[in-house]
């Protein structure tokens, strides 16, 4: 008896101990790909002419040529996640090739010659400085912003007078080519992002614009022609800023201004349209039966929203539960 209760407190010490050791010494199964010991590989353009030998199995199975045409293929928020997996990807990363065609494609409406002579002139002749620091809108997803106003409903019993919240959003998808898709709508972010492309028709409230970005006040102008026996264009004024550098993840709606454009401007077409009413005022209308509106309600910010985040968005919830996300 008294053998015993001298051993059960040892025995506990030691499963204690154990318990202790395996929370400090995790197990990685993943460490198996790279060996026991992986060595520091040559960063991109090295002028060391001594052999590399990298014993991580999986740089051994993936060769260097198909290495670079996956990252050739991948988009640049998913080159700068893929940089955070190793040093030979991180270094593999900063080949400027990436971020030279990231570049040219994000800003193809200012030219190639254009787009030379600033990053000669502004960002030292890097790529990748460039990406991270010039404003540019996203094309990897949907600027949404989230809208609400008090409704008054109708009193039944005459003793209360109800009121319903009603939610609507306004949804932006910029194209390189300086295109975009505009809808307002009360439908829910993940239904309305499988029909925002070209190929859908008018019928689903979907109009296109052009836009046009300046780079010394980041001031995005925009404007969308609303076809129709009184067609009206809506002009669109927008200041592009991120949450942090490089991300370009919002922007603040300064002004929201319906006028009526006359037969001719009305012809026009949708890439043209945007050149029509380019030094308008904001009182300015060509049609007097249609008088300029400037729209003081629904101004809420912009918040981007990438497409693999569509599904999971909070901008998919019920309106009292949406409240706890605040935009901006």
């Known amino acids: 008896m008294t053998s015993d209760a001298l051993n059960i407190p040892s025995e506990l010490e030691s499963a204690l101990r154990l318990r202790t050791v395996q929370y400090f010494i995790t197990k990685r199964p993943w460490l198996d790909l790279y060996g026991v010991h992986v060595r520091p590989v040559a960063p991109f353009g090295s002028t060391s002419s001594k052999p590399q030998f990298d014993p ?87 600027y949404v912003s989230r809208n609400t106003y008090i409704r008054a409903g109708i009193a039944e019993w005459k003793i209360t007078n109800p009121v319903h919240i009603v939610c609507y959003f ?95 401007e009305g012809s026009s077409t949708e890439e043209d349209i945007l050149g029509v009413v380019e030094n308008w005022r904001d009182d300015e209308t060509h049609n007097p039966d249609i008088p300029a509106v400037s729209h003081k309600r629904g101004m809420t910010p912009f918040v981007f929203v990438p497409f693999e985040e569509v599904e999971q968005s909070v901008l998919n919830l019920p309106p009292e539960k949406m409240d706890y996300f605040v935009t901006g």
């Open 56 to 142: 991580a199995l999986i740089h051994r199975s993936l060769p260097d040529e198909l290495l670079f045409e996956v990252f050739a293929r991948m988009l640049p928020y998913d080159l700068g996640r893929a940089a955070c997996v190793c040093r030979k990807w991180r270094y593999t990363v900063r080949n400027p090739v990436f971020w030279r065609n990231a570049c040219l494609k994000a800003w193809q409406t200012a030219g190639v010659i254009e787009n030379y002579r600033i990053l000669q002139s502004k960002y030292d002749g890097s790529w990748r400085k460039m990406w991270l620091l010039r404003s540019r809108v996203r094309t990897d997803g949907i």
């Open 170 to 264: 306004r949804y932006i998808r910029f194209y390189p080519s300086g295109r975009f898709l505009y809808k307002n709508s009360s439908q829910k972010l993940k239904d309305v992002a499988k029909y925002m492309n070209f190929k859908s028709s008018k019928t689903d409230g979907l109009y296109r614009g052009t836009y046009t970005l300046s780079m010394s006040d980041d001031k995005i102008e925009a404007a969308v022609l609303y076809p129709g026996t009184r067609p009206t264009v809506l002009r669109i004024r927008l200041r592009l800023r991120g949450t942090a550098i490089g991300a370009n993840n919002r922007m603040d709606l300064l002004s929201l201004v319906t006028s009526g454009v006359n037969d001719e």
